[in-house]
């Protein structure tokens, strides 16, 4: 029975099918599903639809409608899972946005959405944002999180800068940074000393939980 | 030969002395900007000086052909959407689309009268008396499929693309008219042949199903109305592989690829098919003009023509920041051969 329904789960998302997830979302809990296996089978459609999409069998639209989908199975299944974590925790603040001189925008927004869905409070600043105004805006609204994206190796160097100003500014260690978008790898993380690293929008989530030691 | 006679005698699939070279996206640069005194912001907003900059493309870059505007955000702006500058360093972009899928998209009046569109036209007459005796002198419009991105936003033309795809037909068809009468001023201003922009066409966004039924039918209408009397070389970013042949049924009289493409195969494919359309490209932008070194970029020129391209250009738009003996270094190394 779970293992049908978790089949399901995987295949709602293999389908880019929003209501059929939100449905089987739905039968997961009443079947007694446990919710974070739900969301690994969730998981699991959206990375095999990624390796399709890198064989360019599956196409980017398919990938925004199957993470819509994840999205709402998401809605149903997070409010549970932090019900048997923690009660009544307040949402964790994170500031996103796309570095200066950058403007691509589809990628950053995936995971500004993935991460409210997974219950953070996310305030998206939008694309061409200098990193003071990253700075500005975290501390307006007491982030924990920095997340900044670039897509270009020209603008790939603005997320060292980031970094370098809140550093210069003395409040590097106040603030998890994590960085991301098509051309930012691990090592380039590693190298300008960023909290994490964000391979795509699931991975994005696992390692901002991770970083706080959140569930 | 001059630059012009080559490119346009490779359009028409005539005998050059040799290779053409130029860059059929943007090619302004910092440096270019300094060389030729004219600057972003201005060169996107005054005709004077988007054909200063420019014609720094002939008399610094000395490629085959010229091309305004810089940006691909000129259609959209007079249908609505929000602009935002990007000041000096960066293109003008999209900042708020005018419209959402549900809505009727209407065609305004007077659109060649409107916007940026009087500057580009102007930049055009400019380019042709400088320095359109001995270059090409292009003009730039973004394709249909690509506008209508830019009227009602990406992410909601991508989406739609696949779940209400009737619901685009009508932003196609606007932006497929208004970029004929856009084409026919800009031919009427001088220009000897167009370069269509359809990015958002690209297999990186869409599938080639998508393109065939979404894209490719508006850019064919486009590019029949333009090259009863121009040529038209046609854009598309990424790896067009899987639709290359549907690429060249529009009619286009060139194709631009980025080095993402197989080149050979698609020459092969099109032999087979008895297709005849060149292929320009295909130096790397990024890997070869802005992070390279001079022979990064010869090296680039000889495996495209080795792969057989029928012109020189970089993938796609050049970096702003790209140093300019890269790019003449791109022109050079097509000369030397
Ligand atoms: C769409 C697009 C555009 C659109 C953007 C529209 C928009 N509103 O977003 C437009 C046409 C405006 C555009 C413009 C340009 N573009 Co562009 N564009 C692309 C394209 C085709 C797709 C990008 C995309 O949306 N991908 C899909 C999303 C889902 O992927 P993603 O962004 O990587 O996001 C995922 C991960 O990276 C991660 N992630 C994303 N953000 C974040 C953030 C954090 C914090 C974390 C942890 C993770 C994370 O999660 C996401 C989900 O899995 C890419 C090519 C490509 N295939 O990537 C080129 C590309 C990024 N563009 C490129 C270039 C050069 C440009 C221009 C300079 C071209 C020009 N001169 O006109 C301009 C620059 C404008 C500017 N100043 O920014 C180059 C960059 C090359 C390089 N290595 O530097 C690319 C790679 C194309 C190429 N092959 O040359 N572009």
């Known amino acids: 029975m779970a293992e049908n329904i978790l089949e399901k789960l995987k295949q709602t998302i293999l389908d880019f099918d929003e209501d059929a997830a939100l449905d089987a979302a739905n039968e997961a809990l009443a079947a007694g599903v446990d919710p974070v296996e739900a969301v690994g089978a969730l998981a699991d459609g959206l990375n095999e639809l990624g390796d399709k999409f890198e064989r360019m069998e599956v196409f980017l639209p398919e990938i925004m409608l199957a993470s819509d989908a994840f999205k709402n199975a998401l809605s149903v299944l997070e409010p549970e899972i932090k019900k048997r974590n923690t009660e009544g925790q307040k949402a964790i603040p994170v500031v996103i946005g796309t570095v200066q001189g950058d403007v691509h925008q589809v990628g950053k927004d995936m995971v500004a959405t993935f991460l409210t869905t997974a219950g953070f409070d996310v305030h998206d600043l939008g694309v061409d944002v200098a990193p003071s105004r990253f700075l500005e805006e975290a501390k307006k609204l007491d982030a924990k999180i920095i997340a900044a994206a670039s897509l270009m190796s020209t603008t790939r160097p603005v997320q060292k800068d980031l970094i370098d100003f809140l550093e210069a500014k003395g409040v590097r260690d106040n603030f998890i940074v994590l960085v991301g978008g098509g051309v930012v790898t691990q090592e380039w993380a590693d190298q300008i000393k960023a909290d994490g690293y964000g391979q795509d929008a699931i991975a994005t989530v696992e390692i901002a939980k991770k970083l706080l030691h959140v569930a | 030969m001059n630059g012009k006679e080559r490119l346009l005698a490779a359009l028409r699939g005539g005998a050059t002395d040799r290779m053409p070279v130029l860059s059929v996206c943007q090619y302004a640069t910092y440096e270019l900007m300094e060389k030729t005194g004219a600057c972003w912001p201005e060169a996107h907003y005054d005709g004077e000086k988007m054909a200063a900059l420019a014609a720094g493309g002939a008399t610094v870059l000395h490629l085959d052909a010229v091309r305004v505007p810089y940006c691909q955000t000129v259609e959209a702006e007079i249908y609505g959407s929000k602009i935002k500058d990007g000041g000096k360093k960066q293109i003008p972009s999209i900042e708020k689309p005018a419209l959402s899928v549900d809505d009727v998209p209407v065609i305004p009046e007077n659109f060649t009268e409107k916007g ?84 958002m066409a690209s297999l990186d966004m869409i599938s080639p199903k998508a393109y065939r039924e979404l894209a490719a039918p508006y ?17 598309i970013c990424g790896k067009l592989d899987q639709v290359i042949l549907d690429v060249a049924a529009t009619g286009a009289d060139a194709i631009s690829v980025e080095s993402a493409v197989d080149v050979r195969e698609a020459k092969r494919k099109f032999k087979e098919n008895g297709i005849s359309t060149p292929v320009f490209g295909a130096v790397h932008p990024i890997s070869a003009l802005l992070e390279g070194t001079e022979e990064d970029v010869a090296q680039g020129v000889k495996k495209s023509i080795a792969d057989g391209v029928d012109a020189v250009s970089p993938d796609c738009a050049v970096a702003p920041d790209t140093p300019i003996k890269n790019i003449i270094a791109m022109v050079k190394t097509v000369e030397g051969l």
Do not use: W
């Not at chain 2, 001995?134 to 033309?157: D, Q």
């Not at chain 2, 779940?163 to 009508?170: F, G, I, N, V, Y």
């Not at chain 2, 029949?224 to 038209?232: A, D, L, T």
């Open chain 2, 219 to 235: 850019e064919k209408q486009l590019i029949s109305f333009i090259n009863k009397r121009v040529p038209v070389i046609i854009h």
């Open chain 2, 116 to 199: 940026r569109i009087p500057a580009v036209l102007d930049a055009i007459r400019r380019l042709k008396q400088d320095v359109g005796g001995e270059t090409a002198v292009m003009g730039s419009i973004v394709g249909p499929f690509s506008v209508a991105a830019n009227i009602i936003g990406v992410s909601a033309l991508l989406k739609a693309s696949l779940r209400k795809p009737e619901k685009l037909a009508p932003f196609f068809e606007a932006a497929e008219k208004t970029a004929e009468q856009y084409a026919e001023a800009v031919i009427n201003a001088g220009a000897d042949a167009i370069v269509i922009e359809d990015m």
